[in-house]
């Protein structure tokens, strides 16, 4: 929900490891690989999460983000244009 997700992005701005976090408390299959959803190009996730993917600042966590999925937090590592 949208306060544990506040209380994560709130341990890993303290400095808890992303990924160790998303392996820990992720529902979606990509928490097996520590949240890591590889590339993908516009169009390819919800309209939500394209948003911030391609428009936010690299190296940070962003978020609540929520979706018809529920809510994320969003770590962009490398954008390539």
């Excluded at 303290?14 to 097996?32: I, L, R, T």
């Amino acid at each position: 929900d949208q306060q544990a997700c506040e209380d994560l992005k709130k341990k890993i701005e303290g400095g808890a490891d992303f990924a160790e976090m998303a392996k820990q408390h992720s529902d979606c299959p990509s928490g097996k690989q520590g949240g890591d959803l590889g590339e993908f190009s516009p169009g390819q996730m919800v309209r939500e999460f394209d948003e911030v993917v391609f428009s936010a600042d690299l190296g940070q966590v962003h978020g609540p983000v929520k979706t018809q999925f529920g809510y994320h937090l969003i770590e962009i590592t490398n954008r390539t244009d």
